[in-house]
């Protein structure tokens, strides 16, 4: 059968799906003419939290130095830029992963019947978010680990401090020396995993902790501490009041908990390094439209066997 119709492949598919062969005209299809990815995001990611209002409100309200320097109020700043960063990086790195996924080649000299070209597309998409999950985890780790080989401080004294002492020899030269941060007996010159459960404390005795917040932790960097936080404290507004009492006195705004009624593949105690892990996304979701193969092939001819029986 000569330059056949889908309509007229469709017929010769469900009869002869054995023996059928069509042979491409365009042998070389880009996957962007007949594939379709949608992923939605975690809703920490369209939340208030990294939005760009959320941010400017951030902006307006300054550091308060009062604040014992493991107070959250004195970092929450950081906490919710290095979120925001987290969601943007992700969204990101899937976008500008998908532009070259779509331009990428699927090869047939013939047309792949359908479930074997649905089978064959799902297993290269599901290699494909391996491969852009691996490129985003192992950028993280260099940085992580060359942070740690090089002692670099934090531009808020969260890993170092900075002691001086008279030289025993030279007692008019002051000298200066890092001394590490301890965060629940670990010390940040040995890891960078150190951390402990953020909380506000007493402007005058910093040893009294007046609210400890579930799920938010504090560290010897933000990033690290970060990922080893949840977003319990985000779904609880007996957590989030206290919180945002703080963040917005200088504003009407109202901020609610995010929706535990919605599916998700995650819990209300992941860490952020488990989102991290799946790119931040909730759900995948691959669109395949055959027609569109098919038309992009241009199958010249088919031809198929009939088995009769003498």
């Known amino acids: ?50 939005s760009d209002k959320w941010r400017q409100i951030l902006s307006l309200s300054p550091l308060n130095n009062t604040f014992y320097f493991r107070d959250f109020r004195a970092s929450y700043k950081f906490f919710f830029q290095a979120l925001s960063t987290f969601c943007e990086l992700t969204n990101k790195t899937i976008s500008d992963s998908l532009t070259r996924f ?17 089978l064959q597309m799902q297993s290269i998409f599901e290699q494909f978010i391996s491969l852009i999950t691996n490129e985003l985890l192992l950028s993280l780790q260099m940085i992580q680990n060359t942070t740690q080989a090089n002692a670099l401080f934090s531009a808020r004294w969260t890993n170092y401090d900075l002691r001086m002492s ?13 001394v590490p941060q301890v965060y629940s007996n670990c010390r940040c010159d040995i890891s960078l995993s150190c951390i402990e459960q953020s909380a506000t404390y007493d402007t005058v005795d910093t040893t009294t902790k007046l609210f400890l917040i579930p799920g938010i932790y504090s560290g010897c960097f933000v990033m690290e ?20 009492s703080y963040f917005l006195s200088n504003t009407s705004l109202v901020i609610t908990t995010l929706d535990s ?50």
Do not use: G
């Open 166 to 178: 008279f030289s025993p020899r030279l007692p008019r030269m002051q000298l200066v020396a890092p």
């Open 225 to 244: 501490s970060l990922l080893q936080s949840t977003l319990e404290c985000f779904y609880n507004q007996t957590c989030i009041e206290p919180l945002s």
């Open 102 to 118: 779509y331009s990428t080649q699927y090869i047939s000299a013939s047309v792949v019947l359908p479930d074997l070209l649905y």
């Open 1 to 50: 059968i000569n330059v056949p119709t889908i309509k007229k492949y469709s017929e010769l598919y469900s009869t002869y799906s054995e023996t059928l062969t069509c042979p491409c005209t365009t042998i070389s299809i880009d996957y962007k003419a007949f594939l379709h990815v949608k992923h939605i995001l975690h809703q920490i990611c369209i939340s208030i939290y990294v």
């Open 261 to 310: 009624s919605l599916p998700s593949r995650f819990l209300e105690n992941s860490t952020i390094q488990e989102l991290v892990d799946k790119l931040m996304v909730e759900q995948w979701n691959l669109s395949m439209t055959f027609e569109s193969y098919y038309s992009a092939c241009q199958p010249i001819r088919c031809t198929y066997s009939e088995k009769h029986v003498w």
